[in-house]
């Protein structure tokens, strides 16, 4: 009988053996579809560099004329919508909205000009200073001492440099000097 009884353990023991197998292999075949994921990294943790904002004026032909924060390296149609969008009065076609906002700079909304002013019956005289910024090639070969050519280079250096931030960048541009711009100076504006 002694033969029966190593039988009989030997038997439970390899049960207990088998079970114990199964288990393991049931566990690891069940967490071999689940992905690993990885714990976050600690840089995620710390907080986001603050935005950097620049201060625009946005003054014309606007809902909300006034001092408005952008982000930096947000466009001249992101100035007008904060300020409440165009009013209906405004010509949009003198503004370049997708200029970028230089910080300080005062964005100008003209508005239409009237229907006399249109077809040349209104009176002639300047109805103030040249805005640099919204001013189209014929506005400024308007000014004293400025041809084509030189207009032509004021709206260049305007699409590459951003908005004028000062009369005193036109310095800046081939063919304007000192004297022309003290000559400039008080007929145009940023």
């Known amino acids: 009988m002694p033969d029966v009884q190593l039988s009989r353990r030997s038997l439970v023991l390899g049960a207990l053996a088998l079970a114990l197998a199964l288990t393991l292999a049931s566990r690891l075949l069940r967490d071999a579809g689940t992905a690993y994921e ?17 201060v625009v004026d946005v003054v014309g032909a606007v809902r909300r004329a006034g001092l408005y924060r952008l982000p ?39 508005a239409r000009a009237a229907a006399g002013a249109a077809d040349g019956t209104a009176s002639s005289a300047p109805g103030g200073p040249v ?20 207009a032509q280079k004021i709206l260049d250096y305007r699409q590459q440099h951003g908005a004028f931030a000062s009369v005193d960048e036109l310095d800046a541009i081939p063919g304007i000097g000192p004297k022309r711009l003290d000559q400039l100076r008080d007929l145009v504006a940023p």
């Not at 990885?38 to 620049?54: E, G, I, N, S």
């Not at 466009?75 to 003198?94: E, N, P, Y």
């Not at 090639?137 to 400025?146: I, K």
Request: charged residues 15%.
């Open 72 to 110: 930096q390296g947000s466009r001249i149609a992101d100035a007008v919508a904060r300020a409440g969008g165009a009013t209906k009065k405004a010509d949009l076609a003198l503004v370049n909205l997708a200029a970028p906002v230089a910080d300080g700079t005062q964005i100008v909304v003209p």
């Open 38 to 54: 990885a714990p976050a990294p600690a840089v995620a943790t710390r907080p986001a560099a603050p935005t950097q904002l620049v």
């Open 131 to 150: 805005h640099l910024n919204t001013a189209t090639l014929q506005d400024l070969d308007a000014l004293p001492g400025v041809g084509p050519v030189t």
